[in-house]
């Protein structure tokens, strides 16, 4: 066979002009190729059997097929093939090269290629495989990691509406071992949650985790010096790993994950197509099932799978995990307010801190399951996180009413203020501390009351204090209520009226025909 491979559109019109009955020499001719080179194929292509007519119906593929030379292979390239394989799983081993593997192939043959034509070999045997990329991965070095473009969907038992969900894909590139799960969205507590988790799943670290530009991960994105976000710094720290986002709108950077996500849309979503999930821990088994099938699937034209590949060579070259699991702790530096809590506005809560921060700035660190207060570097306060709307965590210690020279805010500061408002504000106040198991508490509850008869009418306040005491409902947010919808204008029981001292002439109910009267249900 000539040395020179036709491309295929040469190679058609070959066939066209033979089947016109040209000649060699004209065909060589206008076709701009040597005459050996016709020959050869010419040659090829006629001990398929078929004349010219039935090849120019046959696909590229069967006529490229047709046209090139069954050669058998000498012993020593033979043999050489016969070594790539065992090369191809050496060369993702840390620190070997190609060099240091011709070396041990030379050891073994008599009669060795030289290194030039043992990597030209090599290469050959590569694009034969379509893997020449993944050779450039070394075990253990890095893990990639991504979202899928397309979503998986669940189903509300109550009202039957759709909730698209996300599926996180990793992929160690030397061996091609697959961890996916689903989650809700690609907020930062969701792809924290997903990489510790396929962290467990590997049984290890890798020295390098490599992220897409999600915001999750990234603060601003640069082709060099990307800022990641505070959390995936910590996840970083505490793994002892190192995390490197791709370029942005630079696929290729991530060839091995891209390549993964393809494969998940075969092996997961199409498997997974009519059957219908009602609860993500449903959904995530399913896809569990489908990966261990996956990751034990034996790769094509290869004798091994990516479960055997890991185990071979990449699950001890992973670094050790840490005695625990990394939970995100969220940062936040507020005020210690004069209550001697700080609020957060998460929770929507407040969290008690020594009196002695009162009005000073600290750090808050806080999970899903509990909150700590900085300051200085130095904790001070430690809580379990309450969502409950406005309430309060106290601890006894942090709050004192010995202390009350801390701050101008006290209760018998509030008394005497509310007692300048009216009788009832007065007894409102009273009323409102002593509910509190800690009288701090009730501070801004009463900061709020005293706020309002600044801004409204004192008379009206001092009407909507009377209701309030009344109803026994004793919070800033009924006041406020009242003054809101004009009931401290509206009349109250005459009984009660008359037990708070109030005048009563102007509340009494005119006779009018549809009030029916005690005598009505005699």
């Known amino acids: 066979m000539a040395n020179k491979t036709l491309d295929m559109i040469t190679l058609r019109q070959i066939v066209r002009l033979k089947s016109e009955g040209k000649s060699h020499k004209y065909i060589a001719r206008n076709l701009a190729i040597s005459r050996t080179t016709l020959i050869e194929y ?17 696909d590229d593929s069967s006529l490229q097929e047709l046209a090139q030379p069954q050669t058998t292979l000498d012993r020593r390239h033979q043999k050489l093939q016969t070594f790539f394989p065992y090369m191809e799983k050496e060369l993702k081993r840390t620190g070997v090269t ?15 290629y030289s290194y030039s034509q043992f990597c030209f070999h090599y290469q050959h045997y590569c694009r034969s495989l379509e893997v020449s990329a993944h ?3 070394k075990a253990g070095e890095k893990l990639f990691v991504d979202f899928t473009g397309k979503q998986l969907q669940l189903t509300d038992k109550q009202s039957g ?49 490599i992220p897409d530009n999600l915001k999750a991960a990234v603060v601003r994105s640069c082709r060099y010096e990307p800022e990641l976000t505070m959390a995936i710094k910590q996840l970083g720290w505490h793994y002892n790993t190192l995390i490197a986002p791709t370029r942005s709108y630079k696929p290729k950077d991530k060839a091995a994950v891209e390549n993964a996500v393809t494969n998940v849309y075969r092996s997961f979503f199409a498997p997974l197509r009519n059957e219908q999930f009602f ?27 990516r479960q055997q590949l890991f185990n071979a060579i990449e699950k001890q070259t992973l670094k050790s995990l840490p005695n625990e699991r990394f ?3 969220k940062q936040v530096r507020l005020y210690v307010q004069k209550n001697g809590h700080v609020f957060l506005s998460e929770d929507k809560h407040y969290y008690s801190v020594p009196y002695l921060y009162i009005g000073k700035q600290v750090q808050v660190h806080y999970t899903t399951t509990d909150l700590e207060v900085y300051a200085n570097y130095k904790r001070i306060a430690f809580h379990l996180r309450n969502r409950k709307g406005y309430g309060y965590t106290t601890d006894p210690t942090h709050l004192s009413s010995s202390h009350r020279f801390v701050s101008e805010w006290s209760a018998d500061s509030f008394i005497e203020q509310a007692a300048a408002i009216g009788i009832h504000t007065q007894q409102f106040i009273a009323k409102l501390l002593e509910q509190r198991t800690h009288v701090e508490q009730a501070y801004k509850s009463c900061m709020g009351v005293l706020t309002l008869a600044r801004k409204t009418d004192k008379q009206r306040v001092e009407n909507a204090c009377c209701r309030a005491i009344h109803f ?15 009931l401290d204008q509206q009349p109250l029981q005459e009984e009660f009226l008359q037990q708070t001292g109030l005048h009563t002439k102007d509340h009494v109910l005119p006779d009018h025909i549809n009030i029916r009267g005690q005598l009505y249900y005699q």
């Open 472 to 486: 026994e409902s004793y919070y800033y947010k009924t006041i406020k209520t009242i003054l809101e919808k004009g």
């Open 327 to 329: 939970i995100l702790k």
């Open 98 to 112: 190609r060099q240091l593997l011709w070396q041990q192939y030379c050891q073994q043959e008599k009669e060795p």
């Open 161 to 209: 509406q759709i909730v698209f969900v996300q599926v996180f894909v990793a992929v160690l590139p030397a061996s091609g071992y697959t961890f996916v799960k689903a989650c809700y969205s690609q907020n930062q507590q969701d792809f924290i949650d997903c990489l510790a988790d396929c962290l467990q799943f590997l049984g290890g670290v890798p020295a390098m985790i």
């Open 279 to 305: 609860d993500l821990q449903t959904l995530n088994q399913a896809l569990f099932e489908q990966l261990a099938l996956f990751n034990q699937r034996t790769y094509q034209n290869r004798p091994y799978s």
């Open 42 to 58: 010419v040659k090829q292509l006629s001990c398929s059997g078929l004349d010219w007519k039935h090849l120019l119906e046959l």
């Open 135 to 137: 050779l450039e991965h």
